[in-house]
């Protein structure tokens, strides 16, 4: 199941670009190093995280399994050099990024592997930042909407925290800090945001159906959302960052999770 729901967000590609949210530039300050020039999006998907790098006048380097989301990454984010590849081998040179950015994807990667590799491709003093979009469940109407649609991705102060690193992983210094925001939406594209969530996405037809249907009345009914031609779509982001030590540690490759 935990294989079908990673691997579920092709089939919405398209929509998953238009809605799903980007990220508070401040969290990406935070989790850049000082001087940083060429950077990792690891997991991709269709390219929110690369194009906030972009515009930063960062070189980026897109890593993303997926074929379709990798075709809409192309689309939306010209200038971005998009790499087929996972975690767990990431097609990148030793040395060769300042900073290896995740969102929305470490909790799908075999965490032994992937730390290995992300080692290897930073240079000494580089940063591991990975981020989620958190739901922000402390205002009403989102804590409506997930009882509709439950999952993990609800804001709570233990949740990038929770981030362990294999033991002899070679970072230091690591760190979280959570950054409040929102996005706004459209109320009746609330739908289209559930609809690519994974557990939405590997539900059969009817049910899917069903639960889709309930968003829907929510964004008509509920008091904070009805008769609103944009709403705000509170989240937190959760950040999780650690320096890739100066020192060499071959050691590293033999990390395990």
């Known amino acids: 199941m935990r294989r079908r729901a990673a691997s579920s967000f092709g089939a919405v590609a398209e929509t998953y670009a238009s809605v799903r949210p980007g990220y508070p530039p401040e969290a990406l300050s935070w989790l850049l190093p000082t001087g940083a020039l060429r950077v990792l999006d690891l997991g991709a998907g269709t390219g929110a995280l690369s194009g906030s790098l972009l515009s930063l006048g960062l070189e980026v380097v897109a890593v993303e399994p997926d074929p379709e989301m990798r075709r809409v990454l192309a689309e939306r984010t010209p200038?971005?050099?998009?790499?087929?590849g996972r975690a767990e081998e990431i097609p990148a040179e030793t040395g060769e990024v300042d900073a290896v950015l995740g969102a929305q994807m470490w909790h799908w990667v075999d965490v032994g592997p992937a730390t290995v590799e992300v080692a290897r491709v930073?240079?000494?003093?580089?940063?591991?930042?990975?981020?989620?979009?958190?739901?922000?469940?402390?205002?009403?109407?989102?804590?409506?909407?997930?009882?509709?649609?439950?999952?993990?991705?609800?804001?709570g102060p233990d949740r990038a925290a929770a981030v362990r690193l294999p033991e002899g992983a070679p970072f230091d210094g690591a760190a979280v800090r959570h950054f409040p925001w929102s996005q706004e939406l459209n109320p009746e594209r609330l739908v289209d945001l559930m609809a690519t969530r994974s557990r939405v996405q590997v539900m059969d037809a009817d049910e899917r159906r069903s639960v889709l249907g309930r968003v829907a009345e929510l964004a008509r009914s509920h008091p904070a959302l009805q008769s609103r031609s944009v709403i705000e779509v509170p989240y937190v982001t959760s950040c999780f960052r650690a320096v890739r030590a100066a020192q060499d540690r071959d050691e590293a490759r033999s990390v395990t999770s």
């Open 79 to 84: 200038g971005v050099e998009i790499r087929a």
């Open 122 to 155: 930073l240079r000494p003093g580089g940063t591991l930042g990975l981020l989620w979009n958190l739901r922000d469940e402390r205002v009403p109407w989102m804590a409506v909407l997930g009882t509709v649609v439950p999952g993990e991705d609800v804001w």
